[in-house]
């Protein structure tokens, strides 16, 4: 009997998979699988975290069709951004292969299509499927910990030369690209860790450094260890500067700018102070880094990639014009044939047309709104400050993509639909814990007020008749 009841007690105690844990899996494949291994014998070149991603999508639309599986329903700020942005691709894809395209646009069309897709419904799985904070710390956890990983890899490429991905290899996955992950500026390696390019290193680093900093000041106000943390900070902050990308630079201050008002003075005073005396050592131990980093913005009037991406305007002047509204089509305009494009919303305007540049706008904006209604929706110090970090990285990826086209690079496009499902899963959770103040259950409080005072009215009726 006792045997039995410890049975029970163990099964009711044991953590099911959910949804927190597809993510998890599917952030290793995400970030960790290097970017230049695709699926062997494929026609198109699929990355294994699609194909995953794909399946996870799959769990969402099953989950959405029965009661008892803990999928939430119904409307959420960030799910509608989504959805609209999901259509505008839809749109654009029938638009685009409605009419003549050739046989190397078709095919990457149909890949972009499909990559797309994939991003989408794992965001969506975030936000309909994690449904208690303690779970959705868990995703963004791990978002933290594999982007700690990957800047580790770029810094041993930076420091020391020495290129882990080269021995990174997974049966069944072929390689695709030149396959070098060093890149040069200046007098220094440009590290690019498992990432497409250093420009992602670098974005997806300082994107993950809000999230280490919240943890380790959340972990460090509970009373307990936050030396890991701390770690993942410096490892993250160091790969985000040794990238030496304007926009990982950029990203960065443009989260600052959003949560350093936000928080206490003692710790925003701390922060400043100490990002000050890391740029200080690192100059001393890198000399001429800082000064690289300086120039970059500094000298943008005779940056050569600035003047590319002037030159951008000019060159895709004519097939804007000619496909105004839904554009050419998502991956037609291929960089080996009319050039790269710097600039997502640029890009969006010519292969999305002002429908997919509208959509893409209302993704971000959305998201940054789930954040903030999530953020108003509770009184915990803690809740509050991680709906922040959330907004200031959706705004920071919203800023960021004037410098460098987002889409092109997996990784980075994957953790931003991670993120804005992030903003919705934490307005849904804070609305279900803060006693009552989602429409559905504001409706059944009104309908039952109104059952309780006719029942009062209905029987003061009856004593009013009853004869004295």
């Given at each position: 009997?006792?045997?039995?009841?410890?049975?029970?007690?163990?099964?009711?105690?044991?953590?099911?998979?959910?949804?927190?844990?597809?993510?998890?899996?599917?952030?290793?494949?995400?970030?960790?699988?290097?970017?230049?291994?695709?699926?062997?014998?494929?026609?198109?070149?699929?990355?294994?975290?699609?194909l995953l991603g794909l399946g996870l999508g799959m769990c969402w639309l099953c989950a959405q069709m029965v009661d008892n599986l803990g999928m939430a329903k119904g409307p959420n700020p960030a799910r509608t951004g989504i959805f609209v942005f999901a259509a505008s691709q839809v749109a654009t894809y029938g638009y685009a292969t409605w009419k003549y395209l050739p046989a190397d646009e078709l095919k990457s069309a149909d890949l972009s299509f499909i990559t797309i897709l994939g991003l989408l419904v794992v965001g969506l799985l975030v936000c309909d499927g994690i449904r208690t904070l303690d779970r959705l710390d868990r995703v963004l956890k791990f978002v933290v910990v594999t982007c700690a990983v990957m800047a580790f890899i770029g810094l041993l490429q930076f420091f020391l030369g020495f290129d882990l991905v080269k021995y990174m290899t997974v049966p069944g996955l072929r390689e695709v690209g030149s396959g070098e992950s060093v890149l040069e500026r200046s007098i220094f390696r440009r590290p690019s860790g498992t990432a497409g390019h250093p420009i992602e290193f670098g974005v997806v680093c300082g994107f993950a450094v809000p999230f280490a900093a919240h943890y380790a000041f959340r972990t460090q106000a509970a009373g307990l260890k936050a030396r890991n943390w701390w770690i993942c900070l410096l490892l993250l902050a160091m790969g985000a500067v040794v990238s030496l990308s304007r926009s990982a630079i950029l990203g960065m201050l443009v989260a600052a700018i959003f949560l350093i008002p936000?928080?206490?003075?003692?710790?925003?005073?701390?922060?400043?102070?100490?990002?000050?005396?890391?740029?200080?050592?690192?100059?001393?131990?890198?000399?001429?880094?800082?000064?690289?980093?300086?120039?970059?913005?500094?000298?943008?009037?005779?940056?050569?990639?600035?003047?590319?991406?002037?030159?951008?305007?000019?060159s895709t002047s004519q097939t804007i014009a000619d496909n105004l509204w839904l554009g050419k089509g998502f991956g037609t305009y291929l960089p080996t044939r009319y050039g790269p494009l710097d600039n997502q919303y640029l890009g969006t305007i010519v292969e999305n047309g002002l429908v997919g540049l509208a959509a893409l706008i209302a993704v971000f904006l959305l998201g940054m709104w789930a954040a903030g209604?999530?953020?108003?929706?509770?009184?915990?110090?803690?809740?509050?400050?991680?709906?922040?970090?959330?907004?200031?990285?959706?705004?920071?990826?919203?800023?960021?993509?004037?410098?460098?086209?987002?889409?092109?690079?997996?990784?980075a496009s994957g953790l931003m639909f991670i993120l804005i499902g992030a903003a919705g899963a934490l307005m849904r959770i804070n609305r279900a814990t803060s006693g009552g103040i989602s429409g559905p259950t504001l409706r059944f409080s009104a309908k039952a007020l109104a059952a309780w005072a006719a029942r009062g009215v209905a029987t003061a009726r009856d004593q009013a008749r009853e004869p004295r």
């Open positions: 009997m006792v045997l039995h009841d410890l049975a029970d007690e163990g099964r009711r105690t044991r953590q099911r998979a959910d949804a927190a844990t597809l993510v998890g899996v599917y952030l290793c494949f995400l970030v960790l699988v290097p970017a230049r291994l695709v699926i062997g014998g494929l026609p198109l070149d699929v990355r294994p975290s699609l936000t928080w206490p003075v003692r710790r925003a005073v701390q922060t400043v102070v100490a990002a000050t005396g890391f740029l200080v050592v690192l100059r001393f131990f890198v000399p001429g880094l800082v000064g690289t980093l300086l120039s970059l913005f500094s000298n943008i009037s005779n940056d050569p990639s600035i003047q590319g991406r002037t030159d951008d305007y000019d209604a999530a953020r108003r929706a509770t009184r915990d110090p803690h809740v509050r400050d991680l709906a922040q970090t959330i907004l200031a990285c959706i705004a920071m990826l919203g800023v960021s993509s004037v410098t460098y086209d987002t889409f092109a690079f997996k990784i």
